[in-house]
C-alpha cells in the first residue's frame, strides 16, 4: 500500500504517529511513502484528484487500489489491521470516550485554528484569492482556541491523557493542533497553562512525536 | 442509562436513527428518554453542564454515571454494545471508508451548515449576541454547502449509499444535515440533482427516518 504525505502540514502528522504509536514503520515496512509537495499543488494534479477528488492529504492507496482519504479514517483502517495497542479504546465504553474527546478537541481547537490559519497572513501570501479573508472569522477563531486552551488546561489538570490514563488518538490530535497552532498560527497555548503544559512536555517526549 | 435527547436539533436525531437501526427501542426499552428544552436553554443549567461542560445536547449517562456527550461518541458506545447490523463498517477496509465519508459529509456539509445556520436570522432572534453575526461567513458557507451537494450527486449517481451498497453513520449524518438546511436554514438542495434526490427519497422511507 502506498501513504500520500506530507511533512509539513498537521493532519498528515496525525497518521505518522498513530503508525509509530503501533510499532508499524513508515521506511522499510510494508508501507510505500510517497512525499507529496502541497507548495507546488501536487495533491490537485489529475492523478491526486482521482484517488481524493477533494485535493486533500494523506491518502492511504491499498494494494487493490481502494484510497481512504481524512487522517482519521485512515487510522481507524489500522486500528482494525492491527489493534494493539488500542489507540481508540479498548472497550465499548472507552471507544465512546475516545469518539467524544477526539471530537472535541476537532471541533473546539482544530477548526479554529484551522480557520486562523486560513484567514491568516501565510496563506494570504502562498495562496492568494484561495480562500477569502474573513477578519472577523479570524479574531473570532483566535478567540475560540484561546478559550479552549482554557478548558484543556483544566481537563488535564484531572488525568494523564485526554480521554484519562491510556494514551489515545485524542491527544495525537491534540498534539499536532498545538504544534501547528505554535509554529505556523502564532495560536501557541499560554505557557501559564500548567496542566497542558505538563501534558504537551510528556506526550512530546514519546519518540512517537518525531514522526 | 439516560439518552439526554432534543427533538428539533439535527445532532440529536442522529442517535435517534441509529439506535431505531440497530433495532434499539427508545421507548419500553433500557434508555431512558429525557427530552431537554434547548429554547429554555436547559443544557446549559448546572446539572447539564456537570454532564456535559459544553453545554450540548445530546448526552448519555451510564448507569455509573459516566457521562458520553457528541452524537458520533454516542453511537460508536451502541456500535461497541451491539455490533450488528453494523452501521461503522464490518471490516477494516470498510470502517475506514465509512469513517472517510462520514467526515466529508461532517467537514463538507453538516459544517458549512451549521455556520450558516448561526448567522441566519432564526439564531439572530432567538438568541440575539450568542453569536457576533458574520454575513460573509454566511454566504461563504451556503455556496461551500451547494458545491458539496453537486458533489454529493455525483458520488450518489455511482452508489446505493454514501460508502457503498450498505447503510452506515455516514447516510444517516447526511440525512439529518439535508433535512435540518432544509427546514431550518434555507438550504434546501436544488431538485435538480437527481441522484441526490433518489437517494433522500430512499433513506427518507426507512422507518428510521421517522426517529
Request: with cysteine; proline share 8%.
Amino acid at each position: 500500500m502506498k501513504l500520500y504525505d506530507s511533512k509539513p502540514a498537521p493532519n498528515p502528522r496525525r497518521v505518522r504517529i498513530f503508525l509509530a504509536e503501533k510499532g508499524m514503520p513508515l521506511a522499510g515496512g510494508n508501507i510505500e511513502h510517497i512525499e507529496v509537495d502541497i507548495a507546488r499543488g501536487e495533491q490537485r494534479n489529475e492523478a491526486a484528484l482521482a484517488r481524493n477528488p477533494l485535493g486533500q492529504i494523506p491518502v492511504l492507496e491499498l494494494d487493490d487500489g481502494t484510497c481512504i482519504s481524512e487522517s482519521v479514517a485512515i487510522c481507524r483502517y489500522f486500528e482494525g489491521m492491527q489493534p494493539e495497542p488500542p489507540l481508540f479504546g479498548a472497550d465499548p465504553v472507552a471507544q465512546g470516550l475516545v469518539e467524544m474527546w477526539n471530537r472535541r478537541v476537532e471541533f473546539g481547537l482544530l477548526g479554529p485554528v484551522g480557520v486562523a490559519w486560513r484567514n491568516g497572513p501565510i496563506v494570504a501570501r502562498m495562496a492568494p484569492g484561495r480562500f477569502r479573508q474573513n477578519e472577523q472569522a479570524k479574531e473570532d477563531a483566535e478567540e475560540a482556541a484561546r478559550r479552549f486552551y482554557r478548558r484543556l488546561d483544566g481537563w488535564l489538570a484531572e488525568r494523564a491523557f485526554l480521554a484519562g490514563e491510556d494514551y489515545s488518538i485524542a491527544d495525537i490530535t491534540t498534539l499536532c493542533t498545538v504544534d501547528f497552532a505554535t509554529a505556523l498560527v502564532d495560536l501557541a497555548p499560554d505557557p501559564a497553562l500548567s496542566h497542558l503544559a505538563r501534558w504537551h512536555a510528556e506526550v512530546s517526549a514519546r519518540p512517537s512525536a518525531k514522526a
